[in-house]
Nanobody, 124 residues
């Protein structure tokens, strides 16, 4: 069974940093594109960042220059380093292995079911 578990969320002041982790089981992260997504209250889930099996990366415009996605193959984990956080970054963050990746448009079509996510709260 494919399972990706998110962790690392929390409360941070605007301008602060957090590092999210996405620990995978049932697949190896370097064989799939893995994406980070987020959903704020009352809004649809949106793509934030993706890393392909070849380590190509994609960032949504609203996080470019602030967030960095990376992968630790030995730990079978994908990370999202979030710096210069803004109140509008507050959301529940999810990760997923996906079938479709494009360096210009991100990643889509998750393979796994959505997990519980990890909540990020940014105080102003």
């Amino acid at each position: 069974e494919v399972q990706l578990v998110e962790s690392g969320g929390g409360l941070v002041q605007a301008g602060g940093s957090l590092r999210l982790s996405c620990a995978a089981s049932g697949l190896t992260v370097d064989r799939y594109a893995i994406g980070w997504f987020r959903q704020a209250p009352g809004k649809e889930r949106e793509g934030v960042s993706c890393i392909s099996s070849s380590a190509s990366t994609y960032y949504a415009d609203f996080v470019k220059g602030r967030f960095t996605i990376s992968r630790d193959n030995a730990r079978n984990t994908v990370y999202l380093q979030m710096n210069s956080l803004k109140p509008e970054d507050a959301a529940v963050y999810y990760c997923a292995a996906v079938r479709v990746y494009g360096s210009n448009y991100g990643c889509y079509d998750p393979i796994n079911s959505w997990g519980q996510g990890t909540r990020v709260t940014v105080s102003s």
